[in-house]
């Protein structure tokens, strides 16, 4: 082999190995491995839009301290708001806000310069508006109180601002993370924030109602950006028609046969 020739296969074994090397480490960074990976793009601060989840542990993603309730708060009110809830879960009331907002199933925000709706995965949760292009609350005169109240919006910077009023005083699940209940005089102002280069959308949510709470009760939870290319499923369904689902409000758990 002359020296010309063997030259020649040394440069190609240099320029595979080259090749195999940066192959590898490609690889590698695609699976995790020590190389930096590709962050995700940055995204606009305020557009909410996509599909957004609860981490499904019941503890990740929520930071729910205990209420304080006020003086007039009787153990008899709150047995007969628990009895109202575990009433409505059976027959398979509209959960209204706050209780949507803490479903497990993924819901589609969709935003817009007028509005902000959020869409749920549950046929017992309806569809929640919050208006941004106004700055009033409907006359109480003039509005039929509703599960999710009237929410309006505006933004502080990159912070949603949501306010909502005006709750019907029985329908829905009434009572609120960490303690307490709403009532027709209850206010919530909640703020919505992205972090995390936008794949962590955080709401931290804060109630007050003199007749409920003490101090004002805030609590805040964080939802995960699904992919693009999420598609909705078909809605949980709530049967209140369902026998078998009936037994599990029945009372105490029985052992099996």
Known sequence: MNRELRTTFRIAAVAT??????????????RGGRGAT??????????????????PDGHD???????????????????????????GYRWCYNLGVPNLMLLTRPFDIRISAGYMVIIPEYTAAQ??????NRDKHIPAEEYEAGVNGDSIGHWEGNTLVAE???????????????????????KLVERFRLLNNGQVLQVVSTWTDAKV?????????RYTRLPRGYESRPNAVCDPYNDERAQL???????AP
């Open 61 to 87: 993603g929520r930071n729910i301290p205990v209420a304080t309730l006020a003086p007039t708060v009787t153990k008899q009110k709150l047995a007969a708001v628990a009895a109202h809830d575990a009433k």
């Open 127 to 132: 569809n929640r508006w919050i208006y941004l």
């Open 164 to 186: 909502t009023t005006l709750f019907h005083p029985e329908n829905g699940i009434l009572g609120i993370p960490g303690g307490g209940f709403r009532t027709p005089e209850s």
């Open 249 to 255: 409000f029945a009372g105490p758990p029985k052992s």
């Open 38 to 55: 590709t962050p995700p793009p940055t995204s606009d601060p305020k557009d909410f839009s996509g599909y957004w989840e609860l981490p």
């Open 213 to 221: 709470f003490r101090t004002p009760h805030t609590y805040e939870l």
């Open 17 to 30: 190995c080259a090749v195999v090397v940066c192959v590898c480490t490609v690889s590698a960074q695609g």
